[in-house]
Structures are given as C-alpha cells and as structure tokens.
T-cell receptor, first 112, second 113 residues
Framework: DAEITQSPRHKITETGRQVTLACHQT?????MFWYRQDLGHGLRLIHY???????NKGEVSDGYSVSRSNTEDLPLTLESAASSQTSVYFC???????????FGEGSRLTVL | AQSVTQLDSQVPVFEEAPVELRCNYS??????LFWYVQYPNQGLQLLLK??????LVKGINGFEAEFNKSQTSFHLRKPSVHISDTAEYFC???????????FGTGTKLQVIP
C-alpha cells in the first residue's frame, strides 16, 4: 500500500542546532506540504511544493526551509532551532486535482 | 484568502446521542470543503469532502455534512455517536484551482459513556 512516512517521530534538540525532519511518500503525488500543529492554532502551513525543484512559502515559513530533488521526498530543515519551534510537524501529499491530503503520522519536536 | 472558523474547541456528548460540529468559512470564490479526523498520536485522515453536486455529503463512520452556500457553513453531523468517535475534528477549505488547504483550529469531540 502507498504511504507517507515521517522520521524521526520524536526528537529533542537544543536551541541553535540545525534539525532536519524527513518526509517520504510512495503515492507518487506531485504536491507535498509541511504543517505544524499547535494548541489553539490548528494546522498551519509552513512550506509546500507542487513538484520537483518547486518550493513555496506558507503562512509560517520563517526559520524553515525545504528542498525537492525528487517526487518522493520533501525534507524540512530548521536552520537554527528556537523554542518557539517546539511543535508537532505533519507532512502531507495530494494529487493535483482531487485535493484530498494524505498525512504522515507526525514528528514531535522539542527544542530546549 | 480563505479562512475557516470552528467556534467550538470542545464538544462533550453522551454515547448514542447526536452531535453537530460547526464549521464556517469565508471565501468569495468557489471552494472545496473537507472534514478530517485525528485520533490521539496519529495523523489526520479524511472523513468526507464536498467538491460539487449534492450539498449533503456522506463520509466514513456514519458522519455526514451539509454544504450551505448562503450561510457559508459546512457542519458535520452524526445521529448517534460511539466511544470510538472520541477524537479531534478539523474543517478545511481549498480554493478551486489551488492546492493549498487551510484548516480550522479543530474541535475535540469527547464521547461520554
């Protein structure tokens, strides 16, 4: 079965360190998204990609970057982690027309 | 830009009672509407979606939602809830022609035995 996997599922890091969260999908979807989930805010879009070599900023992109070198992967990098980036991060993918998002199980990041 | 409002952050309901989770959206153009469910420590999964056609949409696990364009609402309903329905529910909107999805802040449904 096709799926979307995230790693690591849990990570604790220190302020100022670089962190990369991996996202790999086997749906062969063109669209991939990174969201963060925080209490009282729901899911907020960080970055998204409509295909290889395409990346776009979402509503809360400061301090984050992504790159898309193939269809399957969209890693999310925190260049210098801050305590405000403690959150649960979800990767998702979708087909071009249908719009339904398929989610990974999330990566819980704690920045101390 | 589109936005989604879920006014109820928590909804407690007794088992086998009906429930309605409210969702309102704002957009001046045509939209696609979704309800997702998140069980504890899991990702979100699609409950149902409205793309076009009949305004009453049926989803998985006995849930349904009605699209009301004049009231810009897409409320989620279930006639009789079960303990296993305890989860957080998110309403989401996508503009036609675009791929970005905007989520509401979520409603936690607590089913009381």
């Amino acid at each position: 079965d096709a799926e979307i996997t995230q790693s690591p599922r849990h990570k604790i890091t220190e302020t100022g360190r670089q962190v990369t969260l991996a996202c790999h999908q086997t749906w062969n979807h063109n669209n991939m998204f990174w969201y963060r989930q925080d209490l009282g805010h729901g899911l907020r879009l960080i970055h998204y990609s409509y295909g290889v070599q395409d990346t776009n900023k979402g509503e809360v992109s400061d301090g984050y970057s992504v790159s898309r070198s193939n269809t399957e992967d969209l890693p999310l990098t925190l260049e210098s982690a801050a305590s405000s980036q403690t959150s649960v991060y979800f990767c998702a993918s979708s087909e071009l027309a249908a719009g339904e998002l398929f989610f990974g199980e999330g990566s819980r990041l704690t920045v101390l | 830009a589109q936005s989604v409002t879920q006014l109820d952050s928590q909804v407690p309901v007794f088992e086998e009672a009906p429930v309605e989770l409210r969702c309102n959206y704002s957009s001046s153009v045509s939209v696609y509407l979704f309800w997702y469910v998140q069980y504890p420590n899991q990702g979100l999964q699609l409950l149902l979606k409205y793309l076009s056609g009949s305004t009453l949409v049926k989803g998985i696990n006995g849930f349904e939602a009605e699209f009301n364009k004049s009231q810009t609402s897409f409320h989620l309903r279930k006639p009789s809830v079960h303990i296993s329905d305890t989860a957080e529910y998110f309403c989401a909107v996508k503009l036609g022609g675009y791929q970005k999805v905007t989520f509401g802040t979520g409603t936690k449904l607590q089913v009381i035995p």
